[in-house]
């Protein structure tokens, strides 16, 4: 009976969520959907929101943006850039903020604009710690290089999202 319980209440949370209709996480009171980074280098991706459910794959890469789509107790749904997600204990999630780079050799810049000079490239796939972000331009840091980069090309920060 209780995982019968379990199981709607966690199909009603991703209903509402995709929805649009949640705007506040029920356990935390925080935004919904909202991103944050791996805090393990190794964590588990579960079908569902306990121990009991099966592994369905298991991230590896620390400080991984990753989006919180529904919670649950303890645990966390949560969908990677490409959409694939699972249930994840909130204790291997971080609020520190990062992004994965998705254009190649992005440009870093010393400040908010196209003309501004080039501090560094940033291939694709890399992950960079996010410190700011305004309409069009997030401040990032990778590699030992601060820089400027354009919000459209990284994946972690939602298009209308402003970070202080």
């Avoid at 990677?80 to 909130?90: E, K, L, Q, T, V």
């Amino acid at each position: 009976m209780r995982r019968r319980v379990m199981a709607l209440f966690v199909a009603a949370a991703l209903v509402a969520g995709a929805a649009g209709a949640q705007e506040r996480g029920p356990v935390t009171g925080l935004p919904m959907p909202r991103y944050v980074s791996l805090k393990a280098s190794e964590a588990n991706v579960r079908r569902g929101p306990s121990l009991t459910h099966r592994i369905d794959w298991v991230y590896k890469r620390r400080a991984m943006p990753l989006r919180i789509t529904a919670e649950f107790g303890h645990w966390r749904r949560v969908e990677d850039r490409d959409g694939a997600g699972g249930w994840m204990h909130y204790s291997l999630l971080s609020g520190v903020r990062t992004v994965l780079v998705e254009r190649d050799l992005l440009d870093l810049h010393a400040g908010p604009e196209p003309g501004a000079m080039v501090i560094a490239r940033l291939e694709t796939g890399v992950i960079a710690r996010l410190s700011e972000c305004g309409p069009d331009w997030c401040v990032l840091s990778a590699g030992g290089h601060d820089g400027w980069a354009r919000k459209t090309a990284l994946w972690g920060v939602g298009a209308e999202e402003i970070v202080d």
